[in-house]
């Protein structure tokens, strides 16, 4: 009796992962294949990203949506691979945050936009700097210096206002202005 009460248990827990899987996990393999910039590599991070889901489901306090949650431990779990390797290359360019219009996108280092090799070193040398900061500063990181993203678009995928999102941003620049201090172009951290 109390062996089936156990299934039903775990097969309703994973008939919702199943849910969330189907409908985010092309979207969260992207994100991963984007940020590492290698099929193999993306398709474990997806995976051991809704493995990690799975195991913290329990202990969340709901205060962001799944795909939030996802999307920040794709982020986190890809620049730690990135990280195991990284080497600085100054590609990344200053940390400036702007406060700009809706519509504006943020400075002139690397985006999405530009892609190829200098997108994956500017990555890399976020990586390098982002060494423990909380999962939500590195998402915004990311997306603000790596993808192009606005302050409001942001927002939007980390559940923030913009001022939240500005006050983040700027505190994790400062951060980490401090620790490129002690990088050289070629230099592991």
Request: no cysteine.
């Amino acid at each position: 009796m109390q062996h089936a009460m156990q299934q039903r248990k775990r097969h309703t827990a994973e008939e919702p992962l199943a849910a969330l899987y189907r409908r985010f996990g092309p979207t969260i393999h992207r994100r991963a294949r984007a940020l590492l910039q290698d099929e193999q590599e993306a398709l474990d991070v997806t995976q051991d990203t809704f493995l990690d889901y799975l195991r913290w489901q329990s202990s969340m306090r709901g205060e962001a949506s799944p795909f939030t949650v996802l999307y920040q431990i794709a982020t986190n779990k890809a620049l730690d691979r990135l990280r195991r390797n990284a080497r600085w290359s100054g590609v990344l360019g200053p940390l400036d945050i702007r406060q700009e219009e809706d519509d504006a996108r943020p400075g002139q280092w690397v985006s999405a936009n530009e892609g190829g090799m200098a997108r994956v070193e500017a990555l890399r040398d976020l990586s390098l700097l982002t060494e423990s900061e909380s999962p939500q500063a590195i998402s915004a990181a990311v997306l603000y210096f790596v993808e192009g993203y606005t302050l409001q678009e942001v927002g939007k995928v980390l559940d923030l206002d913009r001022k939240a999102v500005s006050a983040l941003l700027h505190q994790f620049a400062e951060r980490a202005r401090q620790r490129s201090v002690r990088l050289q172009p070629g230099e592991r951290s």
